[in-house]
């Protein structure tokens, strides 16, 4: 469940200082701007209770389909460094207060009708050096590897690395047997992990979400951060093939200053 604390409102009577603007984009074409007052979002998922930045965040859009509805509450939250994560909202209010005419309108929001919540903000492009994790739920998002360590037990010790220590990590089979840890020094370690889920901490967004080990899909050194490089030319080329989809332009536009999600997402493919 993601729910917005306190209560989402928005009005465009709030105080500047205190106030955040956002987007709404309902399936009929209509859009819905405000300032919303709370700073945190609130996400319920596989990765339990986390508590969201709102200035972290660039986008929200419902996991399937064209609205909330369609996606029977289902979200992914973007992160500007184009981090996803995935969990229910399963009580969706918004209040909207438009200025139109000299006056404000208040407005709730049809919330199953709502294609997407962009707030503002420009890309924030990783560095170097993070790791990637994806869940089977669909979560896909970086880790800060100074902060974040496994914990390894077999028959030699204990062994606690920083992921900022590894070349390599991962499970040899299923997640919850033994794992392969290879350090940038070289030594290779294999064992089980000591518990059954890892904390990550993040560079952005939540400051750590922890996965259970089943529900893990990989974890790999590495981000979207960098240009791929283009192939050799082949003597022959390859049949044709059709791209993946490109997902439609938001609604607001980039060049007044919302955020747009589709560099981040072409460099992910």
């Known amino acids: 469940m993601i729910r917005f604390v306190p209560l989402l409102a928005l009005s465009v009577a709030c105080e500047e200082e205190t106030s955040t603007p956002l987007g709404v984009t309902l399936d009929d074409g209509q859009v819905l701007i405000g300032l919303v007052t709370t700073d945190v979002l609130m996400l319920d998922g596989i990765l339990g209770s986390v508590a969201i930045p709102l200035e972290d965040i660039g986008m929200v859009l419902p996991v399937e389909g064209k609205t909330l509805g369609d996606s029977h509450g289902h979200v992914t939250v973007w992160l500007r460094n184009g981090s996803e994560l995935r969990g229910e909202w399963s009580e969706p209010e918004l209040a909207v207060g438009l200025a139109v005419g000299g006056t404000e309108v208040a407005v709730d929001v049809p919330t199953d009708q709502m294609a997407a919540l962009q707030l503002q903000g420009s890309e924030a492009w990783p560095s170097e050096g993070l790791f990637r994790a994806r869940t089977t739920w669909g979560?896909?998002?970086?880790?800060?590897?100074?902060?974040?360590?496994?914990?390894?037990?077999?028959?030699?010790?204990?062994?606690?690395?920083?992921?900022?220590?590894?070349?390599?990590?991962?499970?040899?089979?299923?997640?919850?047997?033994?794992?392969?840890?290879?350090?940038?020094?070289?030594?290779?370690?294999?064992?089980?992990?000591?518990?059954?889920?890892?904390?990550?901490?993040?560079?952005?967004?939540?400051?750590?979400?922890?996965?259970?080990?089943?529900?893990?899909?990989?974890?790999?050194?590495?981000?979207?951060?960098?240009?791929?490089?283009?192939?050799?030319?082949?003597a022959e080329a390859p049949p044709a093939r059709t791209p993946p989809p490109i997902s439609a332009a938001p609604a607001l536009p980039e060049s007044q200053g919302w955020f747009d999600n589709r560099r981040l997402q072409d460099a992910k493919r």
């Open 139 to 234: 979560d896909d998002f970086l880790v800060d590897p100074q902060l974040t360590r496994l914990t390894l037990e077999n028959e030699l010790g204990v062994f606690s690395p920083f992921l900022s220590e590894c070349a390599a990590v991962g499970p040899i089979g299923a997640p919850d047997g033994d794992w392969r840890i290879e350090l940038l020094n070289g030594t290779v370690l294999q064992g089980p992990l000591r518990e059954s889920e890892i904390a990550f901490a993040l560079p952005m967004g939540p400051e750590e979400v922890v996965v259970p080990l089943d529900k893990l899909v990989s974890l790999e050194r590495g981000s979207w951060g960098g240009q791929p490089t283009p192939p050799a030319p082949a």
